[in-house]
């Protein structure tokens, strides 16, 4: 690793949007006393507040200009929201200071970045540890532990600043992961966005049938509700990750459906030899990734 | 309730099949003390051992002769193998036994049970507590803790028997409800078997796409897991399961890819308002459900 032009511990750190991702790094930062100074900026008085009452930032305020004075300064707000930030972003923060944020599609964003003026220091990064509940009351400081922290450098982000931010994400206990945006966004569209597009289906396929049927929930056991649970996640968040990464997710969506009309065939037509294949083939799948 | 020919304290009772749910079904009637002998009917002597040594039976056997004094035979195998051994439990079971299974669909097996000979007291059951995990290993005297416990009784089933089976019920911590077989597998086909089917489908697209990206497990959070979670589950039992609830499954398989392929419509389309109230609805529903 290079030397960053500035260490992690004499960093004033600006966070923009201190929900359950910005919150909880807040908090982490706060727990390994990794840096001099974290600001927090949020629209909502009482996330101000209690972000200052659990002593997870220094100081809080509702308006970008308070990130003037950082070092570093991380944006998790919602997708779209970062890429309108962006701007406001490049004409508030100081020569050098490093602009990361912590959304979950990286391509949109890191074109974004590409718009920043050259005298900043721009760096994705995804720490992949998301939960279906969000707002700083959630948030966590050991959110991140042993989550992959990926990270999406630019052309023009420097090694000292890819140091920094690798600094930053072990600091906060999590496992630096430089990617590709394009190879991160596929890859997330599979794990990720696909998921909560299941999860999301099942359970509006369900409440219409719970319509017809007041036992139906009733008798929804474990399995429903771990199948669902991603459903509940923060729809504008999540609205924003499929509109910036919707080549992947919806070619991924159609080839499940494809997938689960042939699944719906081999059980209509009896097929069981497919079926078992098929179906033992996921089973040791599943068991060899989760031992 | 109508007084039971004879009570659960006074009965033995038979388990055919000593895996998670007959293997739970033993050690918690074992807890309460709750009958005279519980006698345990396995082909694998590996677990008649272990039944024995954890004191979850009083006398294990690999032959079903074994349940012919029993007052109550509670068959606990795959849906399939359940209706295979019918005949069999027919020709061994004493005059008077109740004849209850613990199958996941019901009304295969109740078609089969109305097979038995007229000196036989069937009722069909469904705890609805499974889990990923199976074998005799993961039994648990806790796991119908309240559980739904479906009961669905035949038009010939006396009131004494439908009262010993919701006693049982109450006995083991679980809920009886008592449902008609055709509406219990179109409920369960939508909350249990249909999360199964999408689940393994979904570990089967991801398992294909990881064998070009040797990354993508590595990112797999904490929502790849538990949306993934039911394709563990036994092959054997959810193939019998699928195979003897086709038509509902393979109807919901297809209602939902339709529904999946107008949501990745909508998707590629950016028709934000369409996607906002169909991902608010499910979050809405979601959070209601699971509170």
């Known amino acids: 690793m290079d030397d960053p032009a500035f260490a992690l511990r004499d960093a004033t750190i600006a966070i923009v949007g201190i929900g359950l991702m910005g919150g909880s790094l807040a908090l982490a930062l706060r727990a390994q006393n990794a840096c001099r100074a974290i600001l927090g900026i949020t629209r909502s008085p009482a996330t101000r507040d209690q972000a200052l009452a659990r002593g997870a930032v220094d100081e809080a305020s509702g308006h970008l200009s308070l990130a003037a004075s950082a070092d570093v300064i991380v944006l998790a707000t919602p997708v779209r929201t970062i890429m309108r930030q962006m701007a406001e972003i490049g004409a508030v ?11 979950s599609t990286k391509q949109a964003i890191v074109r974004a970045m590409e718009q920043l003026p050259a005298r900043l220091e721009p760096i994705g990064a995804h720490p992949m540890c998301g939960k279906e509940t969000f707002g700083f009351h959630a948030a966590d400081a050991a959110l991140f532990q042993n989550a992959p922290f990926v990270l999406t450098p630019l052309a023009r982000t420097s090694p000292a600043t890819l140091a920094l931010a690798q600094t930053l994400a072990l600091t906060v206990g999590a496992r630096p992961i430089v990617l590709d945006p394009a190879r991160h966004d596929r890859i997330v569209g599979a794990i990720s966005h696909l998921p ?10 369900a409440a219409d049938l719970a319509q017809n049927d007041d036992l139906l929930f009733t008798l929804a056991a474990g399995g429903f509700r771990d199948t669902s649970r991603l459903a509940a996640s923060d729809t504008t968040m999540m609205l924003d990750i499929l509109l910036t990464n919707s080549n992947h997710v919806a070619n991924l969506m159609r080839t499940y459906a494809a997938r689960l009309n042939q699944f719906a065939d081999s059980i209509e037509g009896k097929d069981e030899s497919a079926l078992r294949t098929m179906l033992e083939h996921a089973a040791r799948s599943r068991r060899e990734l989760y031992v």
Chains 1, 2 share one sequence.
Not at 196 to 205: D, E, I, N, P
């Open 93 to 103: 923060a100081r020569a050098g200071a490093v602009i990361m944020d912590l959304g």
């Open 196 to 205: 909560f597009a299941l999860a999301a289906t099942l359970m509006a396929t």
